[in-house]
């Protein structure tokens, strides 16, 4: 499937604009590493852009749910694995053994805590953000308080980068995409 038709797959399961949000930002933040580690950048990107396609609709069986979803669609078992890798150790037994399947993991909870960073921000933006700021936010475990601190270490430690690595990169990523992804947020609703 091409990113087009991954896009209204996901649609078919999604409907609130924050999850579809998430996704486009999880697609773009995989797509930048992607391009960082020299891998090919549209299949981390499908990868991010589904990773959570069941979880507004079924929360319960969460990278269950998907495996269903993902194979009847025709996606090929490396998607499957790669999408739902991400939640190991949390909702399935799925381990993320390559490095994109690392990168997601490390990188789903945290563009959450830096996208309501963001939000806390003046300019609302991405664009200003420093990586001192961000650890602030992470040390403070009532801010957005959903956004799992032991998972993104555990991803930091699973890639063996260091939260600052990973943290910096991670804004970068999201700074990069910030404009587009409003743009196509702009043009759904």
Same mark, same amino acid.
């Given at each position: 499937?091409?990113?087009?038709?991954?896009?209204?797959?996901?649609?078919?399961?999604?409907?609130?604009?924050?999850?579809?949000?998430?996704?486009?930002?999880?697609?773009?933040?995989?797509?930048?590493?992607?391009?960082?580690?020299?891998?090919?950048?549209?299949?981390?990107?499908?990868?991010?852009?589904?990773?959570?396609?069941?979880?507004?609709?079924?929360?319960?069986?969460?990278?269950?749910?998907?495996?269903?979803?993902?194979?009847?669609?025709?996606?090929?078992?490396?998607?499957?694995?790669?999408?739902?890798?991400?939640?190991?150790?949390?909702?399935?037994?799925?381990?993320?053994?390559?490095?994109?399947?690392?990168?997601?993991?490390?990188? !789903?909870?945290? +563009?959450?805590?830096?996208?309501?960073?963001?939000? &806390? /921000?003046? *300019?609302?933006? @991405?664009?200003?953000? =420093?990586?001192?700021?961000?650890?602030?936010?992470?040390?403070?475990?009532?801010?957005?308080?959903?956004?799992?601190?032991?998972?993104?270490?555990?991803?930091?430690?699973?890639?063996?980068? !260091?939260?600052? +690595?990973?943290?910096?990169?991670?804004?970068?990523? &999201? /700074?990069? *995409?910030?404009? @587009?992804?409003?743009? =196509?947020?702009?043009?759904?609703?």
């Amino acid at each position: 499937m091409n990113r087009e038709e991954c896009l209204t797959l996901l649609k078919q399961y999604n409907q609130e604009p924050f999850h579809i949000e998430h996704a486009l930002t999880v697609e773009a933040v995989m797509k930048y590493f992607a391009k960082e580690l020299g891998y090919e950048e549209d299949f981390w990107g499908i990868v991010g852009l589904l990773h959570d396609i069941d979880y507004e609709r079924y929360p319960e069986e969460h990278c269950v749910k998907a495996q269903e979803i993902l194979r009847k669609a025709g996606l090929p078992e490396e998607v499957i694995h790669g999408v739902c890798s991400h939640g190991y150790g949390l909702v399935v037994d799925i381990k993320p053994e390559h490095e994109m399947e690392k990168v997601l993991f490390a990188v !789903d909870e945290l +563009t959450g805590l830096i996208g309501a960073a963001a939000k &806390m /921000r003046p *300019s609302k933006s @991405t664009k200003d953000m =420093e990586v001192s700021s961000l650890k602030k936010k992470f040390k403070d475990k009532k801010f957005a308080a959903g956004c799992s601190r032991d998972v993104i270490k555990q991803g930091a430690e699973m890639l063996n980068w !260091d939260l600052d +690595t990973l943290f910096e990169k991670t804004i970068l990523a &999201m /700074r990069e *995409s910030e404009d @587009t992804i409003r743009e =196509e947020m702009n043009k759904i609703a």
